[in-house]
């Protein structure tokens, strides 16, 4: 079956660092890739995807490129701030499968400033 | 425009009680999702609906769940004799057809067995 993994957290960063959280995945068939995201009270919402292989995601500075031979989708950010403090989703689905969601764990992160 | 909604927010049971929970999605969406999340974890797939029609309802846990969408817009998760292990917070998710669309997901419906 399909499943996702993600590093655990919590990632704690001081303002402007570098974000990596990484995300690899196992997939039956040729799925499409997502980060969502869960701010403080606030319900799940869609950060970026990609939808092939080499396909980069990006949103609100963030990116994650769909990396087929690793079969990973690692989220980055170049200056973090504290606003991006949440938890984050990794997740996947298969259009063969009714595009449920298969989710990761979370993790999440903690920008101090 | 109105996003997904889910009744009611907060939900306490006592152990034995049934349970509704109610999503509203977004309009002319096809498609609609419910998943579980225990604290701490990642959501998981309870059941899916194209229109009116269930299409899989492979991760309902036992036979004590049950979901509908009668007229393939509003859709209720149906929790009979509720047990502590169903503590959890239910989502509802929406989106039109087609491979990768967007899920919007509800506020979801933070549920408490006694």
């Known amino acids: 079956g399909n499943s996702v993994t993600q590093m655990e957290g919590p990632v704690t960063l001081s303002e402007e660092a570098f974000l990596t959280i990484n995300c690899t995945y196992t997939a039956t068939g040729y799925p499409s890739l997502f980060w969502y995201v869960q701010y403080p009270g606030e319900g799940l919402q869609l950060l970026l995807k990609a939808t092939k292989a080499d396909d980069k995601g990006s949103n609100k500075g963030f990116e994650a490129t769909y990396r087929k031979e690793t079969t990973s989708f690692h989220l980055e950010k170049g200056s973090v701030q504290v606003s991006d403090s949440a938890v984050y989703f990794c997740a996947l689905s298969e259009s063969n499968a009714g595009n449920m969601l298969t989710f990761g764990g979370g993790t999440r992160l903690m920008v101090k400033p | 425009g109105a996003g997904v909604s889910q009744s009611p927010r907060y939900k306490v049971a006592k152990r034995g009680q049934d349970v509704a929970l109610r999503c509203d999605p977004i309009?002319?969406?096809?498609?609609l999702f419910w998943y579980q999340q225990a604290l701490g974890q990642g959501p998981e797939f309870l059941t899916y609906?194209?229109?009116?029609?269930?299409?899989?309802k492979s991760g309902l846990p036992s036979d004590r769940f049950f979901a509908e969408r009668p007229e393939g817009s509003v859709s209720t998760l149906k929790i009979q004799r509720t047990q502590q292990e169903d503590s959890a917070v239910y989502l509802c998710?929406?989106?039109?057809?087609?491979?990768?669309?967007?899920?919007?997901f509800g506020p979801g419906t933070r549920l408490l067995v006694l």
């Open positions: 609906f194209q229109n009116e029609a269930q299409l899989d």
């Open positions: 998710a929406s989106s039109s057809a087609g491979r990768a669309a967007t899920q919007y």
């Open positions: 309009s002319g969406h096809v498609s």
